[in-house]
């Protein structure tokens, strides 16, 4: 504007009478304009109410948050094809695998399930697909565990429909060796693994009816937090177990979660937002809680001495599920905490460090085409 004013003053001075009368009065309507306007400026800033941090930080999550579903739905209606991404492509025993697609079908929407079938072409366990979520049209997910007793080297994940196999993808187990353990149980326990009980085969039951479900609703996508602060183990996810009975014979297991070695009386904390499924006490298990985070994805918390949760609950990440203990078939005071994927069970560690949805990588992977 300082450019502008010395120009016109300049040239005022080369031209005459009327003309300079001109220059001088456009000069007074700009010097009222700007006037005009920054009084203007000024009534609103101070009609501006200063912004909290915590809201500027929610706008700032609320805007990436509305750019990213922009970005998807964009993404999503502009497959021709269907696009496929399995991550990661290649997974130790007891990770968990995302499968996503978008895209058209030739017949049109359908449903479809996927499968891991190792080099031998068996199946070693199957999800359903669901919704990504709101903003995400076009694009589902599924997400698999690679069961611990899987034979390491070159797999497949086969997509399926009613009418047979969509699409065929590679895949790699990778090498994991895990750890043997025996331990002694006293009668009492060795009851509560041989001795058949009505009660124990309901309870079972219920619990499986549970972990099969295949719900809508997606409660949590990021990472898990851990159960309780104590980072002792007493035992660790796929642990191959000898149960010496108190007769002196013997029985093989495998461990489907992780035990925290943690005194009676310490808070479990839900380790991510989810549903209550289940709240209460079984014969094996003790107190017991089941989390639903996403369609067909639990987490399992046993052996604890009360429980603070009502089942149908809708809990935050961090919620107090109850405290610790050494309730139904347990040696000592612990938390038992397992993920169940699909029904499959799957490494807890594995959720601590990548989300349960990677919505970023699922969008990289199916924007450039590639598994």
């Given at each position: 504007m300082?450019n502008?004013?010395k120009?016109?003053?300049a040239?005022?001075?080369?031209?005459?009478?009327?003309r300079?009368?001109?220059v001088?009065?456009?000069i007074?309507?700009?010097?009222?304009?700007i006037?005009?306007?920054?009084?203007?400026?000024c009534?609103?800033?101070?009609?501006?109410?200063?912004?909290?941090?915590?809201?500027?930080?929610?706008?700032?999550?609320?805007?990436?948050?509305?750019?990213?579903?922009?970005a998807?739905?964009?993404?999503?209606?502009?497959?021709?094809e269907?696009?496929?991404?399995?991550?990661p492509?290649?997974?130790?025993p007891?990770?968990?695998?995302?499968i996503?697609?978008g895209?058209?079908?030739?017949?049109?929407?359908q449903?479809l399930?996927?499968?891991?079938?190792?080099?031998?072409?068996?199946?070693l366990?199957?999800?359903?697909?669901?919704?990504l979520?709101e903003?995400?049209?076009g694009?589902?997910?599924?997400?698999?565990?690679?069961?611990?007793?899987?034979?390491?080297?070159?797999?497949?994940i086969?997509?399926?429909?009613?009418?047979?196999?969509?699409?065929e993808?590679?895949?790699?187990?990778?090498?994991?060796?895990?750890v043997?353990?025996t331990?002694?149980?006293?009668q009492?326990?060795?009851?509560l693994?041989?001795?058949?009980?009505?009660?124990?085969?309901?309870?079972s039951?219920?619990?499986?009816?549970?972990?099969?479900?295949?719900?809508k609703?997606?409660?949590s996508?990021?990472?898990?937090?851990?159960?309780?602060?104590?980072?002792?183990?007493?035992?660790?996810?796929?642990?191959?177990?000898?149960?010496?009975?108190?007769?002196?014979?013997?029985?093989?297991?495998?461990?489907?979660?992780?035990?925290?070695?943690?005194?009676?009386?310490?808070?479990?904390?839900?380790?991510?937002?989810?549903?209550?499924?289940?709240a209460?006490?079984?014969?094996?298990?003790?107190?017991?809680?089941?989390?639903?985070?996403?369609?067909?994805?639990?987490?399992?918390?046993?052996?604890m001495?009360?429980?603070?949760?009502?089942e149908?609950?809708?809990?935050a990440?961090?919620?107090?599920?109850?405290?610790?203990?050494?309730?139904?078939?347990?040696?000592g005071?612990?938390l038992?905490?397992e993920?169940?994927?699909?029904?499959?069970?799957?490494?807890?560690?594995?959720?601590?460090?990548?989300?349960?949805?990677?919505?970023?990588?699922?969008?990289?992977?199916?924007?450039?085409?590639?598994?």
């Amino acid at each position: 504007m300082g450019n502008y004013l010395k120009f016109h003053h300049a040239k005022a001075h080369r031209t005459y009478g009327s003309r300079r009368k001109v220059v001088i009065s456009n000069i007074s309507v700009i010097f009222s304009i700007i006037a005009v306007l920054f009084i203007i400026g000024c009534q609103q800033f101070r009609q501006q109410a200063p912004v909290e941090p915590d809201v500027a930080e929610e706008q700032v999550e609320e805007t990436l948050a509305f750019a990213e579903e922009q970005a998807v739905e964009k993404l999503a209606v502009s497959f021709e094809e269907p696009v496929f991404a399995v991550i990661p492509q290649a997974a130790r025993p007891g990770e968990p695998v995302t499968i996503a697609y978008g895209g058209n079908f030739k017949n049109g929407p359908q449903p479809l399930s996927v499968s891991l079938l190792n080099s031998r072409g068996e199946r070693l366990t199957k999800a359903s697909f669901f919704d990504l979520g709101e903003g995400w049209q076009g694009v589902k997910t599924a997400i698999l565990a690679v069961p611990s007793t899987a034979r390491i080297g070159n797999a497949q994940i086969r997509i399926e429909s009613d009418s047979g196999v969509v699409r065929e993808l590679p895949f790699t187990i990778e090498n994991r060796v895990f750890v043997a353990e025996t331990i002694p149980l006293n009668q009492a326990n060795t009851d509560l693994r041989t001795v058949p009980d009505p009660q124990k085969t309901l309870e079972s039951n219920i619990l499986w009816a549970i972990i099969s479900k295949t719900g809508k609703e997606i409660y949590s996508d990021g990472l898990f937090t851990p159960p309780v602060t104590s980072t002792r183990r007493t035992s660790d996810y796929g642990d191959r177990r000898v149960y010496e009975y108190a007769n002196g014979t013997s029985e093989t297991s495998i461990h489907a979660g992780v035990d925290c070695g943690v005194p009676t009386g310490t808070p479990v904390m839900a380790c991510a937002a989810g549903k209550v499924a289940l709240a209460r006490e079984r014969i094996v298990t003790g107190n017991t809680v089941i989390l639903e985070h996403l369609p067909g994805l639990y987490s399992l918390y046993y052996h604890m001495d009360s429980i603070a949760v009502s089942e149908g609950a809708i809990v935050a990440g961090g919620t107090l599920l109850g405290l610790s203990g050494s309730t139904g078939l347990a040696t000592g005071p612990h938390l038992h905490w397992e993920v169940r994927v699909s029904t499959e069970n799957a490494d807890p560690d594995a959720f601590l460090s990548r989300p349960l949805l990677d919505k970023q990588s699922i969008m990289d992977k199916l924007r450039t085409g590639s598994l």
